[in-house]
């Protein structure tokens, strides 16, 4: 049976998304590679697979207007071979009489990770060393199918807390190089479903090419790390060198300034909200809950 939405891999964003798509009425599928939560149980071969140079198997999919495509595509071949299976599996069901011939929208979730412009928008054309065979497959997408590319932020919410990630610093020399450039950008999963709903339902404004994503701030990620005892410990010792009390100022970790007015904006995301008229609802504010209440 034909679908409005299909979300290839239901994890953290799918999750949202499909709440959303269900408080909104909109019929949808998803995948898990075990088929959990009656979700389809489906997964797309890894590139050292022998499945991928003999095709993917697409009979378990159903067909949709829309495919959302939430985990990375290692390079344009991939792309390719996903993008043209598809298409071929919804053109064998339409000559069954289940189904059409129309092109589905096809939206891709990135990383602003191979943006490195401060800041950087959605005319700053990606790193390509930063971002590799995944933004080969972004500008495959892009140029050849119409698709839409949403560079997400940070992902955030539920279980996955900023705050947590102190545990990426496990040592002063990381922690250097986090003092250097203290800026972390976020992005709610709810609010990453509502941009890409947003998408879908106003392709006109946004299909055909690369938005970035965030919560539209920037956050300090020393003020967010900093309550953990284990990186003020290591601060304290790194406040010693030279180098980094140039970076924060002080020789004492109570007086290093805190908060966003601090750091500097690399990812703005205003243009992409101001295309599909509506603002991001979850941002992060440090030392506060979870503002998502749920479906």
């Not at 930063?130 to 955030?156: F, K, M, P, S, T």
């Amino acid at each position: 049976m034909a679908v409005s939405v299909l979300i290839l891999g239901c994890g953290f964003v799918g999750k949202y998304l499909g709440d959303l798509l269900k408080s909104k009425g909109v019929s949808f599928a998803a995948t898990t590679t075990d088929g959990r939560e009656g979700t389809t149980k489906w997964r797309l071969p890894g590139p050292e697979e022998e499945e991928t140079a003999a095709g993917i198997d697409f009979h378990a999919l159903p067909e949709a207007r829309s495919v959302v495509i939430t985990f990375p595509l290692q390079g344009r071949g991939i792309a390719k071979q996903l993008v043209d299976g598809y298409t071929e599996h919804i053109r064998t069901l339409a000559k069954d009489g289940a189904g059409n011939t129309k092109k589905p929208l096809w939206i891709y979730l990135g990383s602003t990770r191979p943006f490195k412009e401060m800041p950087s928008t959605y005319l700053t054309p990606p790193d390509m060393a930063a971002g590799g065979v995944r933004v080969e497959a972004e500008e495959y997408l892009i140029q050849e199918h119409d698709g839409c590319v949403l560079n997400l932020a940070g992902l955030w919410g539920g279980a996955r807390d900023p705050k947590n990630w102190s545990r990426f610093y496990p040592d002063k020399e990381k922690l250097r190089k986090r003092l250097a450039d203290r800026s972390l950008h976020l992005v709610h999963g709810a609010d990453v479903a509502r941009a890409i709903y947003a998408v879908i339902f106003q392709s006109e404004a946004v299909s055909g090419g690369r938005w970035l994503v965030s919560d539209k701030r920037v956050h300090d990620a020393l003020e967010i790390y900093i309550g953990d005892t284990r990186i003020r410990g290591l601060v304290q010792e790194l406040i010693k060198e030279t180098e980094t009390q140039s970076l924060v100022g002080t020789t004492l970790v109570d007086d290093i300034e805190l908060g966003p007015s601090v750091v500097s904006m690399r990812i703005d995301s205003s243009h992409f909200w101001n295309h599909v008229n509506i603002e991001p609802m979850y941002p992060f504010v440090t030392g506060q809950p979870d503002p998502y209440p749920g479906v």
